[in-house]
């Protein structure tokens, strides 16, 4: 058996009347990523009332629960939102503000759906410490920060996390959809998620009057050719069936129409489902920015700086398994769907990676079926809160539940 008990299932149905305020509450008071003060506490607060051991770590909030023999599983929920002004309509939309790492107040919004993740998260701690006699073992509810930043997770193992929690046999984690349709999850084992980086490029020219280019270098010309070159690496290098994306998303050069600069700049994203794909497409336009440069004589080397780096998320394929097992128990197999690659990308994995625990991240439904969909990061990201709310305590109470031991 991988579903909850009659009991725990009947006392799920009982906790919408608890959770809902909690994520309004939250969701009208997102917080900037390594800057989830509030949230953290609210956090902290309702594991402590469950009965768990209480951590601080590295920005994030780790609840422990010791229940006898038995393994350890650990589920993760990430709590930061965006600087987004929402626009969704809902009465309890955000209207907070913030002040960013810039020192710029900013709005922000759960435009992400991570209120989502922290309250379904808390339901699963509290609902599996009030049954403590239908399993045994471990259960770690790990709420992360600054997950949209690619900082969090990284945070939390570098302030010690694999030394101050028990190593966990298997790690969980879920976010919340635009597909499938509200109601529904969607796992599969392998990649889920891409693997992702951000770079900023530099060039330099030589600047001159815009009716004298002889006696200048223009980087806006080299830094055209750089970007149209840059098309041809997942064209002409990458396997016509392997996955990778460039998209140059930014470029910046000059203040005036009679003025050739002297430099240009342009900022990268990078996403793939294999590291070596990743490798290879930051290398090629390493190559292609450094040849171009030649070509334009550019007088300075170019300068290159990577950041925010994903990993894959790539599921064990035993562990989906289970997982898959125990939602079409407690859900039904007309709710599990199988869930497709999807470009975005997650430091979750730096999580399990870090203790060298397999892992299993699925996706839950946002939207009911055939309404318009919102899509995550956008101001008029708008789930339904029910059932989608529920559906993800359901999940990540079931998945936990099919890893740990059982007592029945
Ligand atoms: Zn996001
Ligand atoms: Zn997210």
Redesign the pocket.
């Known amino acids: 058996m991988t579903t909850l008990t009659d009991r725990m299932t009947s006392a799920l149905e009982q906790y919408s009347a608890w959770q809902e305020p909690i994520l309004e509450d939250l969701h009208r008071h997102p917080e900037l990523s390594m800057l989830e003060e509030r949230t953290r506490e609210i956090v902290a607060e309702h594991l402590t009332e469950s009965g768990f051991t209480v951590q601080h770590i590295g920005g994030g909030v780790v609840g422990v629960l010791e229940n006898g023999e038995g393994p350890a599983v650990l589920l993760r929920a990430d709590i930061d939102g ?1 600087p987004v002004k929402e626009a969704s309509g809902l009465p309890y939309a955000s209207e907070h503000t913030q002040t960013g790492a810039d020192g710029k107040k900013q709005p922000t919004m759960h ?4 209120d989502f993740h922290t309250v379904a998260g808390l339901g699963a701690a509290r609902l599996l410490a009030a049954h403590r006699g239908d399993w045994s073992g471990t259960f770690i509810a790990l709420f992360q920060p600054g ?2 930043i690619a900082a969090g997770a990284a945070a939390m193992v570098a302030d010690g996390l694999v030394d101050k929690i028990p190593t966990p046999q298997a790690c969980l984690g879920q976010h919340v959809l635009t597909s499938p349709a509200a109601g529904k999850v969607a796992v599969a084992p392998g990649p889920v998620l891409s693997s992702s980086v951000s770079m900023r490029v530099l060039v330099h020219g030589a600047g001159s009057h815009g009716s004298m280019p002889h006696l200048g270098i223009d980087p806006v010309v080299l830094a055209s050719a750089i970007v149209g070159r840059i098309q041809t690496l997942v064209a002409r290098e990458i396997a016509p069936g392997d996955f990778g994306v460039v998209t140059v998303g930014a470029l910046h050069a000059g203040t005036s129409a009679n003025i050739i600069p002297d430099r240009a700049e342009l900022a990268l994203n990078f996403r793939a489902y294999s590291e070596e794909v990743l490798d290879h497409l930051v290398e090629g336009v390493q190559r292609i920015v450094r040849a171009e440069c030649v070509a334009a004589r550019s007088p300075k080397a170019p300068e290159f700086e990577l950041f925010n780096r994903y990993p894959v998320t790539d599921n064990d394929p035993d562990v989906a398994a289970r997982v898959r097992e125990a939602f079409e128990g407690q859900l039904g197999p007309e709710r599990v769907e199988t869930m497709a690659p999807v470009t ?1 990308s997650e430091d979750f994995s730096v999580i399990p990676e870090a203790f060298g625990a397999p892992y299993c991240y699925w996706g839950v439904g946002a939207y009911a079926e055939g309404r318009e969909a919102a899509p ?2 956008s101001p008029l990201w708008a789930p339904d809160l029910q059932p989608t709310l529920r559906v993800a305590t359901e999940a990540a109470a079931s998945a936990v539940l099919a890893l740990l031991g059982h007592r029945r």
């Open positions: 965006l435009a992400c759906g991570h997950e949209e975005a995550n990061h």
